[in-house]
């Protein structure tokens, strides 16, 4: 696997090379067009050339027209080379219109841009079809539940590979262990089999990023999938992992591999030469983790990428999963990738409304147990409300009553929790007249159930707060928490203007003087 990464990674400067030469040509072939000679022009595009040429270069890289990945078909290289360059058109339109960079000739922009992608597409049709990229590659058709088989380089071949089989009555499960570690490696293949059979005819091994392949199975048939192909390259990704769940038995195992967003930083600073490298990495940080998230930007990151080569934190991962009804059992980092052991827990939740953008609307407990969606600038990473109690369960709790060492909450999360912005938007829900300005904490569902039955009966019968309880008394155990509301409510049941107004300044005090925050 290391290998063939460095022979891919050679062959994409080499590609880059290559297509350095080709917008050479193409400007030099435009140029010749003009009535005045090439002599002339060169002088005075040399510098803006430069520039272009590097526009040129990032946009390619980002967009993976260098680095091909061996099954890329030749159709899909093409519809590549015309997104990269369409989205390269765009930029410098948008120089040339918006920028009021007028005093360059037109035909010799767009003509350049032009005939470099004419060139493109003749030298992809000739490079693909000699690395043979539109050949079906690992998978054996005539397996009914997809199995894994070995490289198969044509359809003669593996038409006559299936009718041997059929003669020779050959199983091919007894391939997959060879088949796993070659599409693999030795280390991937110990780490799987700890945990399934691969022997087992309830075991499915598939190397895909599509969803018909999955939907080709039974359902709640399989013992154990496991997919070699990292999920970056699934676009609809909870589809794909429900689908998943759909077609495991009750406490199958699916075993999966991603690479994470901190992965994907040490390979790219790797990858690039200094300098070049960080540039790089805040621009793909822009287009592949920032533009999916606002709807304004999320129809350029998939025309530019179609969904592939998607950024993917830890959390967010492992948050999908337990939102699409999986546990972790084991993870493990193997050759800069995350293989993940998950354990089909239950169906899918259908009741929830994950969220993604930076401002979220959680689930929380109101008055007489109603459910209410409490708004608040997004401190942790998408898909962290679902793993609170996997949190929990790892961490337990800190003094204050919230989760030690939560990985969940991000840089930018622990400066707005530091200085209150976080909890701002809640002032919709005061206004809505789902909260007071002073009461208990609107909490979720699994921290609710953390509370005595006494609480809970009580707590339904008053309305949350913006300023709970917690913030005059600074409670430091969850079992002080409890005591402190309990104060809160039976003191403000028998005086509510005046408990309310008591406890406003006394939390007033801590934040102001003991510098108490929000977290």
Do not use: C
Not at 188 to 208: E, G
Request: glycine fraction near 6%; hydrophobic fraction near 40%; charge should be positive.
């Amino acid at each position: 696997m290391a290998n063939a990464s460095r022979k891919q990674v050679r062959r994409g400067w080499a590609l880059w090379i290559i297509d350095l030469l080709i917008l050479v040509v193409a400007f030099l072939f435009i140029a010749k067009l003009k009535p005045a000679t090439v002599r002339i022009y060169l002088p005075r595009y040399s510098d803006p050339f430069y520039v272009f040429l590097g526009i040129w270069s990032v946009v390619s890289f980002i967009t993976g027209k260098y680095f091909l990945i061996r099954k890329l078909r030749r159709k899909d290289y093409l519809v590549m080379i015309l997104l990269s360059n369409a989205a390269i058109t765009g930029i410098v339109s948008f120089a040339i219109y918006f920028l009021g960079y007028y005093n360059f000739s037109r035909l010799i922009v767009y003509g350049t841009i032009g005939m470099a992608t004419l060139l493109e597409l003749g030298f992809a049709g000739v490079f693909t079809y000699y690395l043979k990229l539109n050949r079906k590659g690992f998978y054996y058709e005539g397996e009914p539940e997809g199995r894994l088989l070995e490289p198969i380089k044509s359809r003669k071949e593996r038409k006559r590979l299936k009718e041997e089989a059929r003669e020779k009555e050959i199983d091919v499960d007894t391939e997959l262990d060879e088949t796993l570690i070659e599409a693999s490696s030795q280390e991937v293949h110990d780490f799987i089999v700890k945990y399934v059979d691969l022997n087992s005819p309830k075991t499915i091994l598939f190397s895909t990023t599509t969803l018909f392949n999955i939907q080709k199975l039974k359902r709640n048939h399989a013992e154990a999938i496991i997919n070699l192909k990292r999920i970056n390259d699934v676009r609809h990704l909870n589809t794909f992992f429900r689908t998943v769940n759909e077609r495991l038995v009750e406490g199958g195992t699916y075993i999966l591999n991603a690479e994470t967003a901190e992965e994907r930083r040490k390979r790219l600073l790797v990858k690039f030469p200094p300098v070049f490298n960080y540039i790089y990495l805040w621009l793909d940080y822009l287009l592949k983790r920032v533009a999916p998230k606002i709807k304004a930007t999320r129809w350029l990151y998939f025309l530019i990428t179609r969904g592939n080569n998607r950024v993917l934190t830890h959390v967010e991962i492992l948050g999908r999963l337990y939102y699409s009804g999986f546990e972790l059992i084991r993870e493990k980092e193997i050759e800069g990738r995350s293989y993940l052991i998950m354990n089909k827990k239950g169906a899918p939740k259908n009741n929830s409304n994950p969220s993604y953008g930076p401002l979220i609307r959680l689930r929380r407990q109101g008055k007489d147990g109603k459910t209410i969606g409490v708004y608040k600038f997004r401190t942790m990473y998408p898909y962290s409300e679902f793993l609170q109690e996997y949190i929990f369960n790892l961490n337990n709790l800190q003094e204050g009553g919230k989760i030690k060492d939560d990985f969940r909450v991000s840089p930018m999360g622990k400066f707005l929790r530091k200085v209150w912005l976080d909890e701002f938007p809640m002032i919709l829900n005061l206004l809505k007249g789902q909260l007071k300005i002073v009461g208990v904490r609107p909490l979720s569902s699994h921290y609710f159930s953390l509370y005595s039955d006494e609480l809970k009966e009580k707590r339904t019968r008053v309305k949350p707060g913006l300023i709970p309880p917690f913030y005059a008394d600074m409670p430091e155990t969850l079992e002080e928490i409890q005591q402190s509301e309990l104060r809160y409510i039976e003191a403000y049941q028998k005086s509510p203007l005046k408990t309310d107004w008591s406890y406003f300044w006394k939390a007033v005090e801590n934040i102001v003087l003991n510098r108490a925050r929000s977290a």
